[in-house]
């Protein structure tokens, strides 16, 4: 049932509007909360060593090509996602900001702090594992309704535009990025498939489960 879930959920501490500067303390708690479990997800990737996001792909197959950092490619790609809101009529808020902010503080705590697995089976159940952190911490953040990140924000747009699942659009969108990616270059890993695979069905899912519970 979850797969066929089209719109994000209105709960008690989702805020009314995306442009909101004063939100409640539970809208921003939830907002930071979902971010924080979304960056975890993201380091405890990058730590599995199984292979990077396809977003991550996509920038290091740039910058092959154009010998700039992937660091520089990234954020230039994020600034192109975001204009692609114009005509998606996609508003930002705190969170997206708080996006960028927040999930690059908790990557590279779990760069830090976590070890990678010695032998390949627990590297892939990490990898796994943090695919549906990800998924879970996207979901929290997306109902908070206070601005998504540019991906999310990609993601929700083209969904009101096509009208499918949020699960089918965003298993769409990675694995065109991913694709690009891997033709210009970009490495390709078991992990990166997990991703490009099961990121959709993760935030479908735990938009479900917390418009379920909180509704």
Known sequence: MFLKIKNIPKVSWSSKKP???KPRLSTFFFLCFGLSLFGIGEGL??????????WSVLAQGISLKINYSIGVITFSISIFVISLWIFLKQKPGIGTILNALIIAVMI????KY???PESFIPKIILAVFAV???????????????GPGPRDGLMTGLQKKTNLPIATVRVL???TVVSI????GGTVGIGTLLFAFGIGPAVAFSLYIVGRIFR
Do not use: H, K
């Open 19 to 21: 442009l909101n500067l």
């Open 114 to 116: 976590v070890s990678t």
């Open 108 to 111: 590279d705590l779990c760069l």
């Open 181 to 184: 990616g891997w033709y210009l």
């Open 45 to 54: 990737l990058l730590v599995s060593y199984t292979g990077a996001s396809p």
């Open 132 to 146: 549906m952190l990800v998924g879970v911490g996207s979901g929290i953040y997306l109902v908070a309704n206070l």
């Open 173 to 175: 969108l990675e694995v």
